[in-house]
């Protein structure tokens, strides 16, 4: 496995078309942190097979476009080299492309609509990690969820697409919860909850990104499970809407907060595991709290709630444990931006 690792890394290195399919693998694997391009590669067959599992195949052709699209405009714009051969400015393009094919209706348009929204999404990144890299933070996948939003709020005023995003525009209070029960399979929903961080509800797309994750980081794929079973236990106790339960919708930007917290900025231990269970109940609520907020809209809260909960828990730098830059979690999204400055 070594060695072809190395051969891999040669061939990208020696060849532009190898080191591009490089940069979008590993794009691929940084949207939950991590710089590997096997990674990635797992990651976007669970893509494909939760695309295919739900009857809708173009979420792994807007998944690919966008990646692609994002990585390329980066490479027009003569970013970092650094940055973009770790990915950085193909994971957020790639949730983009992810979300207009997962939420507006499918014809010839939409794909312009998505090759626009994704080479947009770099260019936004490219703006907020220069705002944010002066608190020490990156934008995450702020630039995702920030184009997105304008995206599918834009669609509604074109008669040539339909937003798909199956909420009722109510305010809140209004209506009920009850859509539906919770099966208590509790396993497939905990699994779930880790596909949902692509937009996808298989429990087999959560188990192979689970599997993806411990190709990288052992730490990693541990603190994924426990973002998804913490705050979906957190969610059943309060009583949440259990259709939305059973997808798997309210753990995926806790999975996302605990691999954060707990494996790329911190050296797992007692006092990190603490502040991590308690990110993820404070993403869970910042998160229900967001829903509140958009619900009138009828646009969803994508993975903002994991962006304002990680802020605000890595803003009094209280690091506990910190790890040194060479010895974070394969020089993952964070790190990698501290380091090269990628975003000026």
């Known amino acids: 496995m070594a060695e072809?690792?190395?051969?891999?890394?040669?061939?990208?290195?020696?060849?532009?078309?190898?080191?591009?399919?490089d940069a979008c693998l590993r794009g691929t694997a940084q949207v939950v942190l991590q710089n590997n391009p096997l990674t990635g590669l797992l990651i976007l067959v669970a893509i494909a097979w939760g695309a295919f599992e739900n009857g809708i195949p173009r979420v792994f052709g807007g998944a690919v476009l966008g990646v692609v699209v994002g990585t390329a405009t980066a490479v027009a714009l003569q970013v970092d080299r650094t940055s973009l051969r770790h990915g950085l400015?193909?994971?957020?393009?790639?949730?983009?492309?992810?979300?207009?094919?997962?939420?507006?209706?499918?014809?010839?348009?939409?794909?312009?609509?998505?090759?626009?929204?994704?080479?947009?999404?770099?260019?936004?990144?490219?703006?907020?990690?220069?705002?944010?890299?002066?608190?020490?933070?990156?934008?995450?996948?702020?630039?995702?969820?920030?184009?997105?939003?304008?995206?599918?709020?834009g669609a509604y005023q074109?008669?040539?697409?339909?937003?798909?995003?199956?909420?009722?525009?109510?305010?809140?209070?209004?209506?009920?919860?009850?859509a539906?029960?919770?099966?208590?399979?509790?396993?497939?929903?905990?699994?779930?909850g880790v596909s949902q961080v692509y937009l996808t509800?298989?429990?087999?797309?959560?188990?192979?990104?689970?599997?993806?994750?411990?190709v990288n980081s052992r730490w990693s794929a541990l603190f994924a499970v426990v973002g998804s079973v913490g705050a979906?236990?957190?969610?059943?106790?309060?009583?949440?809407?259990?259709?939305s339960l059973d997808k798997g919708l309210y753990g995926f930007n806790a999975v996302l907060t605990a691999i954060v917290v707990g494996a790329v900025l911190h050296r797992p231990g007692p006092l990190v595991t603490v502040y991590t269970l308690f990110g993820i109940g404070l993403t869970l609520f910042v998160q229900v709290a967001l829903a509140s907020v958009l619900t009138p809209l009828a646009i969803p809260v994508l993975t903002g709630p994991f962006n304002f909960a990680t802020w605000l828990l890595l803003l009094p730098q209280r690091h506990f444990a910190s790890v040194p830059d060479h010895e974070r979690v394969k020089e993952a999204a964070v790190s990698a931006v501290k380091r090269t400055g990628a975003g000026r």
């Open 4 to 21: 072809a690792a190395r051969g891999w890394k040669r061939l990208s290195d020696r060849y532009p078309v190898v080191g591009f399919v």
């Open 232 to 243: 979906t236990l957190l969610a059943l106790w309060f009583g949440a809407d259990g259709l």
């Open 180 to 192: 539906g029960r919770f099966d208590w399979d509790l396993v497939p929903t905990f699994l779930r």
């Open 158 to 178: 074109f008669s040539r697409f339909t937003v798909l995003t199956n909420l009722k525009p109510i305010f809140p209070g209004e209506g009920t919860l009850a």
């Open 89 to 153: 400015f193909g994971f957020s393009p790639l949730l983009t492309g992810i979300g207009v094919a997962t939420f507006l209706d499918h014809r010839p348009l939409m794909w312009l609509y998505l090759v626009f929204g994704a080479a947009a999404t770099t260019v936004v990144t490219l703006a907020l990690n220069r705002v944010f890299k002066t608190w020490g933070l990156t934008a995450f996948t702020f630039p995702f969820v920030l184009t997105t939003w304008v995206l599918l709020l």
């Open 201 to 214: 509800n298989s429990w087999v797309s959560g188990l192979i990104i689970v599997i993806a994750l411990l």
